[in-house]
């Protein structure tokens, strides 16, 4: 997050990072995972007040069994609507940001968002644990809240749905809180939405969008390519495959919609090398992105653990093995260049390096590493 020291003296995220990457270079593996483990501790207790705002809701139920779910659904209510959000203000996609739950149904394995929230109640009033996927949390009061703020707030501007979670989840599909969030923020002047999903089904709701056609942008992110089914259908596997999700994003352009490119996260054991990342631009350019954004999947809580768990499970052992190595924090520093350098190499030939935008945390790099990004110059945004 932000800063390396705290009110209280106390050692903050960016220092503690920096003592990962040292300890590692020492080749201390003990110190490096202690300071890793307590850096994410301080990121995670920061994380809450941006997702979720001061409270945290309560009201709960569950599991239960919703039709056209595949995994067992909870129900929490949160407390915020529309809450500020710098650090994707930071990234430049939106000042505002909406979450319609906790845990999406998604279940992508190397999703980070389980992790950065893992001290919110309700994993532990429900007997959940964040690190694990399976299952899925969801506020099917996400449409009320979200249209209470959309009416009642002041300042406005673009506004993210969602950030930590996904409108377009199966198990949000079941309350169309997509549609739902979409019409409350629409029907107010003054926003900008910005739709972000894994899911192709977003597409029954263009229709929405197309009446506020000026005002919305819609992206579907991509991590693998529609080559890479087999690894999709493990490591996402509530999420739409990748070739509908690229089909989705064409037909909002061929709809007249506005769109824009998410690669997120792109995992390097994937793209060894300029060919594959050719691929991932030349699929979505036909969508005509206003911008593409790309970020290189960041180690959080075990989810590369749990990547490379469902590759292996899924026969993909080579690539397992490949996500096992970039555990190693030298190793993925060195690989988040490789392939940073790639995807610029793309847009230079490709596309428009000017609406390029490659998300990079600058601790979590070597410093090595980090002196070579800085020399590309163009198309890379600097993240706290």
Request: with cysteine.
């Amino acid at each position: 997050m932000h800063g390396t020291k705290q009110q209280d003296g106390s050692t903050g995220p960016n220092d503690l990072l920096g003592r990962v990457i040292e300890a590692e270079a020492r080749g201390d593996l003990a110190e490096a995972e202690k300071a890793f483990g307590f850096a994410r501790f301080c990121e995670a207790k920061l994380a809450a007040a941006w997702l979720f705002g001061d409270g945290e809701g309560g009201k709960c139920a569950g599991p239960v069994s919703l039709p056209g779910v595949s995994v067992p659904c909870y129900l929490w209510t949160l407390c915020a609507g529309i809450t500020p959000t710098a650090a994707f203000a930071d990234k430049r996609l939106a000042e505002f940001g909406v979450n319609v739950g906790l845990a999406c149904g998604h279940c992508c394995r190397f999703c980070s968002s389980r992790a950065m929230f893992r001290f919110h109640q309700a994993f532990r009033v429900l007997g959940l644990n964040p690190f694990e996927t399976g299952y899925a949390i969801v506020d099917p009061e996400s449409v009320t809240r979200v249209s209470r703020d959309a009416k009642q707030k002041a300042q406005r501007g673009r506004v993210l749905l969602c950030t930590a979670s996904d409108a377009w989840s199966p198990e949000a599909q079941h309350f169309a809180l997509g549609r739902g969030c979409a019409e409350a923020i629409l029907n107010e002047p003054g926003w900008i939405l910005r739709v972000l999903t894994k899911n192709a089904a977003v597409r029954e709701d263009f229709d929405v969008f197309e009446r506020h056609r000026e005002r919305v942008l819609v992206g579907l992110s991509t991590t693998f390519l529609s080559s890479d089914q087999e690894a999709a259908r493990a490591v996402e596997p509530g999420a739409s495959p990748p070739n509908e999700r690229v089909e989705a994003l064409v037909e909002a352009h061929r709809r007249g919609l506005r769109t824009y490119g998410m690669l997120c996260p792109l995992i390097a054991a994937f793209y060894p090398d300029q060919k594959k990342v050719d691929e991932a631009f030349e699929a979505i350019l036909p969508a005509e992105p206003e911008e593409i954004f790309a970020e290189v999947v960041n180690p959080r809580g075990r989810n590369l653990v749990m990547t490379a768990v469902a590759l292996r499970a899924a026969g993909l052992k080579s690539e397992a093995d490949a996500v096992d190595q970039l555990r190693r924090w030298k190793t993925w520093s060195s690989e988040a260049v490789r392939l940073v350098q790639m995807v610029v190499d793309a847009a230079e030939r490709l596309y428009d390096m000017e609406r390029l935008r490659v998300l990079l945390y600058p601790a979590r790099l070597a410093e090595r590493d980090r002196e070579t990004l800085v020399r590309l110059r163009k198309g890379l945004v600097w993240l706290k």
